[in-house]
């Protein structure tokens, strides 16, 4: 039995004894991913502080505690770390380095080293987002706080005309982008060419499929906003009138090119953490995923339709009746797969013997506000329905819906799920659902007002609003208290686990896949002590257990 990669790892460079350079300087993708979780869930406590900020100051009309300029910088702080930093590299860089190699039966990634390198691109990213919140006045000995005021979209020409530090914003935007790229090519190379012997494409689980549809998202999407963000810095340096109107641009080229990149990103992030429902519920409902071609194929549908429904953010900005119907119907189009997969899931829940274990509350909760996220989605699809509720606190809440209450739940469903696997102990069941009840209920009264306020007017972004909207604030603000509270208890339940959890055995949750087929749990080093061959279906059952296990040396047992 190897050791555990807590306890020894392979360098990019040399072989150091100091046990930091050793994480520093690690190819193991699975202390890689450890390392992007307590990145990335760093900076998404720094954006939940900048919305809390936000809260305070919207509890009341009129200023309260910070001035309007600040209030634009806190929104546009919170929306750049929490889509550029946290949502879109999260589930891929966390999981999928952590798992995807597991499940597939590899050892690590094809790249190790291009994959060592790509963390700390992404790093250096981040340093150049947090060097553009200050401007440094060498001359008159002042450090003013000059992070961008445009919102995470940078719409032009605005962006192109602020004297706070949008140029830095961008470019750190463009090496995230360069991280997301190499980290999609490496995760395709990887499932196209490590996967265990006799793992078909169709006996891939579909933890797997989310990642391969959301890596081809990352390696063709992205380039465009990247190219986008150039030219902008290009425009911002060199004066040249491409989004600028003053100049001979057009600022709704920006927003075309932003969003043809932007929406796909919305799948990007939601995919993989469809992959990772499909893992939890057959697990916890001890019966075989339902439709598990249908779920793998649609992860691809809306991969490949997310390319074509951006023009949907731009009904108000002016486009021909004929492509707002165009667009109107492929965004419905595109709810077709989406629904699909929940229609799977559902079904497979049907008669299943469902333990609620804390992943699956996760998993249930998502399914609700994921749902209320979709059903919003599509009615702001119709254009009628659009153009009055675009750029209102509606669009706000179901945002919110369905990013935080879609992704980052599922997100937290993984952690919870896959925490037994990366740390060998188990966190307390009745403190995590305790934090789950107050993330959920937190969660809704925090944002299902905002459809109200929406509804009825209330423009998005605003630093003061009339007062028959003040209700609908202050009941967000309570939820966004409870909500808080339900993130500060979760993280210190799993922190502590991680040190005084009770050890627990290779295969807690009775799961079928390779990943709980490990000699160990920590892994070992290079994951599978033997290469298994895969003739099997991911996800069987017979009577609540597993059809398929293995012993230490991975042979297959019937």
């Known amino acids: 039995m190897g050791k555990s990669y807590f306890d020894e790892t392979h360098c990019a460079i040399g072989h150091p004894k100091s046990t930091f350079m050793q994480w520093m300087l690690t190819v193991d993708h699975k202390r890689i991913g450890i390392m992007y979780a307590v990145v990335m869930f760093t ?84 340093i150049v987002a947090l060097t553009s919140l200050f401007n440094f006045n060498i001359s008159e000995g002042e450090v003013l706080f000059k992070f961008a005021d445009t919102g995470w979209t940078f719409y032009a020409p605005y962006s192109l005309n602020t004297d706070t530090n949008v140029i830095t914003t961008l470019v750190a935007g463009f090496i995230l982008g360069m991280a997301s790229i190499l980290t999609g090519l490496n995760f395709l190379v990887t499932i196209h060419r490590l996967r265990a012997p006799g793992m078909e494409f169709f006996k891939m689980p579909l933890f797997v499929w989310g990642i391969y549809a959301t890596a081809w998202i990352q390696l063709l999407a992205t380039p465009v906003v990247g190219i986008t963000l150039v030219l902008a810095i290009l425009e911002k340096y060199f004066g040249i009138g ?5 100049k001979g641009g057009d600022p709704v080229l920006f927003q075309h090119l932003f969003w043809i990149y932007s929406h796909p990103a919305v799948y990007l992030m ?24 249908t779920i793998a194929l649609s992860s691809a549908s809306i991969a490949g339709i997310g390319y ?14 004929t492509a707002k119907v165009i667009f109107s119907f492929l965004t419905f ?19 299943g013997k469902i333990i609620l274990a804390t992943p699956m509350l996760w998993a249930l909760g998502t399914i609700i506000t994921f749902a209320v996220g979709g059903l919003t989605g599509v009615t702001i699809a119709m254009v009628g329905a659009d153009i009055h509720l675009q750029d209102t606190y509606y669009t706000i809440a179901h945002f919110h819906y369905a990013m935080l209450g879609g992704v980052v739940f599922l997100l937290f469903a993984g952690m919870h799920y896959w925490f037994p696997l990366v740390f060998g102990k188990m966190y307390n069941e009745t403190h995590a659902k305790i934090a789950f009840a107050l993330n959920f209920i937190g969660f809704n009264v925090l944002w299902f007002p905002m459809f109200i306020a929406g509804y009825m007017g209330m423009p998005r972004r605003y630093f003061d609003y009339l007062p028959e909207f003040q209700i609908y604030h202050q009941i967000s603000f309570i939820g966004a208290l409870i909500f808080v509270t339900g993130l500060i208890y979760m993280f210190t339940v799993l922190i502590r686990a991680t040190k005084n959890g009770k050890p627990c055995g290779p295969n807690p949750w009775n799961a079928t896949t390779l990943e709980w087929h490990l000699p160990s749990s920590p892994p070992p080093l290079e994951n599978h002590t033997k290469v298994p061959y895969v003739d099997f279906r991911p996800y069987e059952y017979h009577h609540g257990q597993p059809v398929v296990k293995f012993d230490e040396n991975m042979r297959r047992i019937d």
């Open 242 to 246: 491409i989004f600028d109107p003053s």
């Open 43 to 126: 900076f998404f406590f720094v954006a939940v502080a900048a919305a809390l900020t936000m809260r305070f100051e919207l509890f009341s009309p009129g200023q309260q505690y910070i001035e309007a300029q600040t209030f634009n910088q806190a929104f546009t702080l919170h929306g750049v770390i929490m889509i550029f930093m946290f949502i879109i590299p999260g589930i891929p860089a966390v999981f999928g380095n952590i798992v995807m190699p597991l499940m597939i039966g590899a050892k690590d990634v094809s790249f190790p080293r291009l994959n060592w390198f790509t963390f700390w691109l992404y790093i250096f990213g981040c």
């Open 308 to 321: 074509l429904v951006w023009g949907h953010h731009l009904y108000t900005s002016g486009m021909s009746d």
């Open 270 to 293: 939601i995919l993989p953490a469809f992959g990772i429902m499909s893992e939890i519920i057959p697990a916890f409902s001890r019966r075989e995923i339902f439709g598990y071609r």
């Open 333 to 351: 189009f595109v709810a077709i797969p989406t629904g699909i997969k929940f229609y799977d899931w559902i079904a497979t829940m049907y008669k």
